[in-house]
């Protein structure tokens, strides 16, 4: 008997495809099977990911059909979908249905917004269109591992990058009762977080040598990031959020202020995140400020933070592709298979990118 998983992939030619399909070549217990792509069935994935010509020289890009035949001839498959939110509700939906024809158990991780929201009525309000799939909400649980420890559903739905790095750092306030419920946060990202299709405000000459916010106060993910860090830390807090575009091309730094209850130094706050964070193999905390260059291209994220006594500054540094999506899906699905949450992801970052 094989004890490894078959592993499919959603949303074949994205940059988060690309991703997952690097730590899925690697992976000890999933085997890659295949990638699904609307757009270049058939064609040679290391054409559209040269960088992973040497690990998949074969593999090619099928259609949804041949995913449907995995999916329903296996009894257990390892689903990942990295489609566009509007877009990968209905693909999940159509696969589950199969399976359950078939008697089959697939376990999905949906990394798009479709399955973030508990309720159809909180998706539609933020993302203004139907949901593709409003009976199988309930199916998914939507938490950044580090802040639930036991899944009381299939499936689960990633909570983004963005919010990966905002939740890190803000929990453990919220949790811990140190702060008022009120919470400021810069966040800056790399442009791989705008996806592969250009914009003008993604655009690279745009960009490049340049730093700009965006939607400030007004991005669709704080909702998100809001009623995640309630279900994490049980504490209803505000998050005012406004979110910068880096002259970069991997990776995340947020800082999140907030009002201390009671006085609190430096030295005790930094304590405090490292304690909360013990048993997180992928959470690091150091006295020092963080760093992109230590975790870009890892699934690693590193924590600091600050306080003058009334208030505090916490940092985190995350990188988008691998933390805040494809290597915290994995990280996921290790756990939904019974695997150790750190198999396939413990590479750290090159450090010089
Ligand atoms: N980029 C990040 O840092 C990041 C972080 C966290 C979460 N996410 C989420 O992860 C998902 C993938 O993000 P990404 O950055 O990889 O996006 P992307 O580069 O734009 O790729 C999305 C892929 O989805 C496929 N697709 C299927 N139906 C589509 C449709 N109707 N319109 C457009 N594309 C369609 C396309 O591949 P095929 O044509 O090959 O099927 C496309 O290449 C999104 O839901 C995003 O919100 C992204």
Redesign the pocket.
Known sequence: MNPRTPALV????????GELLRLLAGHPYFDLAAV?????PDEPVAQFFRHLQPVLPHLR?TDHEEILEYVTANPATAVFS????G??AALIDRLLTAAEQADAQPRVVD???DFRYSTVQAYEAVYKHAHGAPARLAEFTCAVPEHLNALSTPHVA?P??FATAVLLASVPLLSLGLVEPRLFVAGITGS??????PTAGTHHPQRHSDLYSYNALAHRHAPEIAALAQAASGVEADFMFVPHSGPFARGIHVTVQAVLREELTSHELVHALRDYYDQSPFVRVGGEMPRLKDVVASNFAELSGVSNGRSVAVMCVID??TK??AGGAVQWMNRMFGHEETAGLMTPAPGWT
Do not use: E, K, M
């Open positions: 959603l949303g074949g030619t994205g940059y988060v495809a699904a792509s609307d757009s270049q890009f990295a489609a566009p939110h877009v990968s990394i798009s917004a990633h983004g990058c791989t977080g705008s996806g592969r299709g988008n592709l805040g999506a």
